[in-house]
């Protein structure tokens, strides 16, 4: 893996923490009223940034 690859996979590290933390901080603050839709978001957004997760699709 070169030096490139470590920083791409640090940064998708990074950011999939930031994204899980605004999810943390949004269901929160909408006494998780919204989870589905705001997992929803989370995961269209990561994806258009290129970040894969092992995650169920709801239906």
Known sequence: ???FDRFKSQGHH???D???AAEK???EKTGNKYT?????AQQKIE???GID???PHHS
């Open 47 to 49: 994806g258009s940034m």
């Open 18 to 20: 930031m994204s899980d």
């Open 14 to 16: 990074k950011a999939k």
């Open 36 to 40: 589905d839709k705001v997992d929803d």
């Open 53 to 55: 997760r092992d995650r």
């Open 1 to 3: 893996m070169g030096i």
């Open 25 to 27: 901080e949004v269901n």
